[in-house]
Nanobody, 123 residues
Framework: EVQLQASGGGLVQAGGSLRLSCAAS????????IGWYRQGPGKEREGVLC?????????YYADSVKGRFTISSDNAKKTVYLHMNNLKPEDTAVYYC???????????????WGEGTQVTVSS
């Protein structure tokens, strides 16, 4: 069974950092692009960052996180990480990871989703 599980959220002060993890199982991990999405209070879900196949390049969905967030992948652990620095209150959201056999910019979106993890940034 395809499974994606996000973890690592918590409460952090503005300017702080967190690392989120997305653990994958049940599919050929290195054949899939893995993206991070978030949904803040009263907002629509938006894409944040994605790590793509076949090149492993970073794809930015949101300009607001450039220079603050990075994404990395550990194929041996089948885990994708979202490194978040200089967090702002507007980053407060439930963060989700999703997977697609296509590329990060595909209009079809993610085929698989995991449960989200809450990130709360206090001011």
């Amino acid at each position: 069974e395809v499974q994606l599980q996000a973890s690592g959220g918590g409460l952090v002060q503005a300017g702080g950092s967190l690392r989120l993890s997305c653990a994958a199982s049940g599919f050929q991990f290195d054949d899939y692009s893995i993206g991070w999405y978030r949904q803040g209070p009263g907002k629509e879900r938006e894409g944040v960052l994605c790590i793509g196949v076949p090149d492993g390049a970073t794809y930015y969905y949101a300009d607001s996180v450039k220079g603050r967030f990075t994404i990395s992948s550990d194929n041996a652990k089948k885990t994708v990480y979202l490194h978040m620095n200089n967090l702002k209150p507007e980053d407060t959201a439930v963060y989700y990871c999703g997977g697609t056999h296509s590329h990060c910019g595909s209009s079809y979106g993610m085929a698989y989703w995991g449960e989200g993890t809450q990130v709360t940034v206090s001011s």
